[in-house]
């Protein structure tokens, strides 16, 4: 049975206990009187109470107490003395009973409908997802249902239709509304061969695209995926609070019999006053303010951190990043825009052609730039045999018969290099170029000079993490000079280069060494560097595995998310300190009221009462958690 049916369940059957209270002073009695309240509340107890009670008696078979211990105890005792005082014609409060789970129930309420609001801001995703595409079969344009579109199909879109998948425009452009996945407000123009997002929005043109991830591999799915696991996973401060309540429910169990003896015994109460405060400290003293401050808040983190395109994969990241001292970012495609270019060649006519022939096979971002400026120029092909690629140095093979290599200096061992040609190298690199050498028959022949400009945001982003006061370094594979010259642009602090990809690992390891460190990249080798930081920010348009790597993903690439990540993962994990603080408060303040201890001026606090206070402290805590859509997240240069 639902939280609401128990709710509407209690409240029915003690309202007309309320009503019979009320009236009293009026000589209204409730018909039945006694008999009438014993039925009403043994339903309440048997139908709204009973998960409470089969909770309890769970955690006590293996030895241990929860919060709906508190509840059980308080309320059976309530109404298993008023049993006893009911055949013995003394007072009885089966209506303090009804009311306490009434009241409990009705804070759970409240919590169920504010989680859901903010766990569904993610989930109403998936209900913006076209019905169906207009798909090529056999030569055809038809329209099909979602669920039929497979891998390779190509797609036909419209303007002011939704995308059905991702994939790849093959033919036509448009600008497409990509907000609801991204968070950018801006429609963004797309041409073939750029990427699309199922779900997105097309605005003015007519294009054809290539399916190429359906059902729940397109990046939605997986957005949904991510943040449901976010939810759902626990900050390792929550961990205290389990411990906390381990201790905080016996000792608050001893607290309410102690209050019982000392009213009974030493203040002369009766066994029915002096079980009204026992009962009362049972059930103030309820913690479940105390176990939704960390969830409630994660939730509201995590889907409003997706609205922005910032994706928290669990709550361990939230406390990581309020010690960070230290950003380390990856250049290419990260800081840099990653789409390099070939600005200068250097040598003999076939130096491009050998160049390219070699680089078909390579993976690396330099050799595109390389096969597109052959492909611009339309260069001679030559055969290629032996292709060997080497790790951080770049490739070798045999060109026409003739060994050949292509990369970094790291690859000329004792090859020697021309006077003039090395100061046309030294030239280049110090314009933030980076030049890769070709050589034939143990002989450099030439020089390819490729550039790869640091992205419009790059700079701001820099100096907003800088004036949070966080230590900036770029860690990458490419050489000082060019390194160095990318960091003075864009104002990184300092710069670690010439680094290989099984290395940047282990640069972070270092690093760590003077504090918490994140780590910013967006590449296969940025995998390892990306799981040793404590934080881990992966860049939306990387690699599956940098994504996976990642604890954080930003899904528009710009770099100004990641002070907006950081600053959104604080004041996250703030809300949660905040949380516990109130709960506590909630706890210590009304235990000593709940016991009577100010009972001389006149102010008590009966079990329902108690129920009601306990009910809204866990209002308060979800209201604060809720509250977090609210908070002010900027890229300005104040936390």
Sequence with gaps: MTITKRFWIALIFSLPMLVGMILIPFGIHLPGGTVTQFIFTTIVMAVAARPFIQSAWASFKKHHSNMDTLVAIGTATAYIYSIYA?????????????????????????????????????????????????????????????????????????????????????????????????????PVAKNVGDKVIGSTINSNGTFMFKAEKVGKDTM?????????????????????????????????????????????????????????????????????????????????????????????????????????????????????????????????????????????????????AILDKAKEKSVAKFDVTQFKA????????KVNGQTAFVGNDKLLNDVEIKPEMKDQMIQLQN?????????????????????????????????????????????????????????????????????????????????QENGKVAFVGDGINDAPALTMADVGIAMGSGTDIAIESGGIVLMKNDLRDVAKALELSRKTFNRIKLNLFWAFVYNVLGIPVAAGLFFTLGLTLSPELAGLAMAFSSLSVVTSSVLLNKAKITTAATA
Excluded at 479 to 503: F, M, Y
Aim: glycine share 8%; hydrophobic share 45%; charged share 20%.
């Design 431 to 511: 314009e933030a170029k980076t030049v890769v050498f070709v050589g034939l028959d143990n002989q450099i022949i030439g020089l390819i000079a490729i550039q790869d400009a640091p992205k419009e945001t790059s700079k701001e982003a820099i100096a907003t993490l800088k004036a949070r006061g966080l230590k900036t370094v770029m860690l990458t594979g490419d050489n000082e000079r060019v390194a160095k010259a990318i960091a003075d642009e864009v104002g990184i602090d300092s710069v670690i280069a010439d680094v290989l990809p099984s290395d940047k690992a282990d640069h972070v390891k270092a690093l």
């Design 86 to 186: 009911m055949f013995t014609n003394q007072s009885v409060f089966f209506e303090s009973a009804a009311f306490v789970v009434t009241f409990v129930l009705l804070g759970q309420v409240f919590e169920e409908r504010m989680r859901n609001n903010a766990s569904n801001a993610i989930e109403k995703l998936v209900d913006l997802q076209a019905k169906e595409a207009e798909v090529m079969r056999d030569g055809q344009l038809v329209k099909i249902p979602l669920e039929e579109v497979v891998t390779g199909d190509l797609i036909r879109v419209k303007p002011g239709q939704k995308i059905a998948v991702d994939g790849v425009i093959t033919e036509g452009g448009s600008t497409i509304d990509e907000s609801m996945v991204t968070g950018e407000s801006m």
């Design 220 to 368: 939605l799915s997986q957005i949904v995926e991510l943040v449901k696991k976010a939810q759902n996973s626990h900050a390792p401060i929550q961990n205290l609070t389990d411990k906390v309540s381990e201790i905080f429910v016996p000792a608050v169990l001893i607290l309410s019999i102690l209050t019982f003896l000392v009213w009974y015994v030493f203040l002369g109460a009766t066994v029915a006053q002096a079980l009204i405060f026992g009962v009362s400290v049972v059930v103030i003293a309820c913690p479940c303010a105390l176990g939704l401050a960390t969830p409630t808040a994660l939730m509201v983190g995590t889907g409003r951190g997706a609205k922005m395109g910032i994706l928290i994969k669990n709550g361990e990241v939230l406390e990581e990043v309020n010690d960070v001292k230290t950003v380390v970012f990856d250049k290419t495609g990260t800081i840099t825009k990653g789409k390099p270019e070939v600005t200068d060649i250097v040598g003999a006519e076939d130096v491009l052609s050998i160049a390219s022939a070699m680089e078909e096979s390579s993976e690396h971002p330099l050799a595109q």
């Design 390 to 397: 080497i790790e951080g140095k770049g490739v070798s093979a």
